[in-house]
């Protein structure tokens, strides 16, 4: 069983920054895709952006230019940097880690964009 957490949400100016990160325990995910997804209120959980184990990268055209994926294996965590947010971007941010085997979502991390 893995566990995931993450963290860095908040509240944040439209043009501004945050950082999420993604621990996990209960196994490496040195094997996973890494993926971040979104929802917002009364919409679909969408995916925004998933790095591979062998660092491959996608970016839904919505975030793309804007976000930016990583992982760090040592660390057992996973990372999405977002820039120049955006009102739309306001969701709450779901980190899923993708074994064969099956996948595995954290709790969620509220951002909020808004002045």
């Known amino acids: 069983q893995v566990q995931l957490v993450e963290s860095g949400g908040g509240l944040v100016q439209p043009g501004g920054s945050l950082r999420l990160s993604c621990v996990a325990s209960g196994s490496t995910i040195s094997v996973a895709t890494m993926a971040w997804h979104r929802q917002a209120p009364g919409k679909q959980r969408e995916s925004v952006a998933y790095?591979?184990?062998?660092?491959?990268?996608y970016y839904d055209a919505s975030v793309k230019g804007r976000f930016s994926i990583s992982r760090d294996d040592n660390k057992n965590a996973a990372y999405l940097q977002m820039n120049s947010l955006k009102s739309e971007d306001t969701a709450v941010y779901y980190c899923k880690a993708v074994f064969t085997g099956g996948s595995f979502w954290g709790q969620g991390t509220q951002v909020t964009v808004s002045s």
């Open positions: 790095i591979t184990s062998g660092g491959t990268t």
